[in-house]
């Protein structure tokens, strides 16, 4: 099987040509934004694409508009997004026409979307399934028109202080947390809890090229990060610039997407 490696972080690129020598998959170009994955896929001809969703230029999304737009629609390769951000674009890849892989990526689940790929080019080219082509299609138009309708994460939020209810700008949330199941906001001037059930919830209303979750009971935004502090064993925490000043622990699993943001 034949592969692309568009992606604008050089890490990222090798981390996963690394793990696909493991899965009899020929790479056959690597592209760093939007309008180099267009070129590559319509030069090239990839079995599938590992397309990073949020790169400079054309975004992933826009890729695959451009090549409807060019009538490459059924020559459409098997798409696999990479994303940073597990939130609701995430949970709208997971469809039968693509596969998405969250950064950092794991071994195993990169393996999981390499053999889903294959069967589906099995599906595709098998003479029993000759729609599947146009329901992909159909599949990545809905995907864009959602992608590029109005955002759930443009406007302010609820955050209860006391019997008030505030509207915060997302600008002014240094971090959330959650413990029992209550969720507190932090600014630098106040602290609330939002009537939110889980951090994925509130995660939907957020930026997600602003707001990371370092932690899985921690969601920062990182234009509030002070300090990035070393830490024991190779893992690092965030000192905040609220009052307090909060220390916020990243886990292991964000570590090297601390690193490639700040380049560490």
């Known amino acids: 099987m034949t592969a692309l490696i568009v992606d604008d972080?050089?890490?990222?690129?090798?981390?996963?040509?690394f793990l696909l020598d493991d899965g009899d998959v020929e790479i056959v170009g690597e592209g760093t934004n939007g309008v180099e994955a267009v070129?590559?896929?319509?030069?090239?001809?990839?079995?599938?694409?590992?397309?990073?969703?949020?790169?400079?230029?054309?975004?992933g999304f826009a890729v695959l508009k451009k090549l409807l737009d060019l009538g490459e629609g059924d020559r459409l390769p098997q798409i696999i997004f990479a994303t940073a951000f597990d939130q609701y674009a995430v949970r709208a890849f997971d469809v039968n026409a693509i596969d998405y892989l969250l950064k950092p990526f794991d071994r195993d689940r990169v393996m999981q979307a390499v053999e889903r790929a294959r069967l589906r080019l099995q599906e595709v080219n098998s003479e029993a399934r000759p729609s599947t082509g146009d329901m992909r299609v159909d599949t990545l138009l809905k995907l864009i028109e959602q992608h590029q309708g109005p955002k759930p994460h443009s406007g302010k939020i609820v955050v209860q202080a006391g019997s008030r209810l505030l509207l915060i700008d997302q600008k002014d949330i240094c971090f959330a947390s959650i413990e029992e199941g209550i969720i507190s906001v932090v600014t630098?001037?106040?602290?609330?809890?939002?009537?939110c059930r889980t951090l994925e919830e509130l995660i939907d209303l957020l930026d997600p090229a602003v707001?990371?979750?370092?932690?899985?009971?921690?969601?920062?935004?990182?234009?509030?990060?002070?300090?990035?502090?070393?830490?024991?064993?190779?893992?690092?925490?965030l000192r905040m610039d609220d009052k307090k000043q909060t220390e916020i622990p990243v886990s292991r699993a964000q570590t090297r997407r601390l690193r490639e943001l700040f380049n560490l």
Do not use: C
Not at 9 to 17: A, Q, T
Not at 39 to 59: A, E, K, N, S, Y
Not at 188 to 195: A, V, Y
């Open 9 to 17: 972080e050089e890490l990222s690129r090798e981390e996963l040509k």
């Open 39 to 59: 070129d590559l896929i319509r030069t090239r001809h990839p079995d599938v694409v590992f397309l990073d969703v949020q790169m400079p230029g054309l975004d």
């Open 188 to 195: 630098p001037t106040l602290e609330g809890q939002s009537k």
């Open 211 to 237: 707001f990371w979750r370092a932690h899985r009971s921690y969601l920062v935004n990182i234009n509030h990060i002070r300090e990035v502090v070393p830490w024991f064993k190779s893992t690092y925490q």
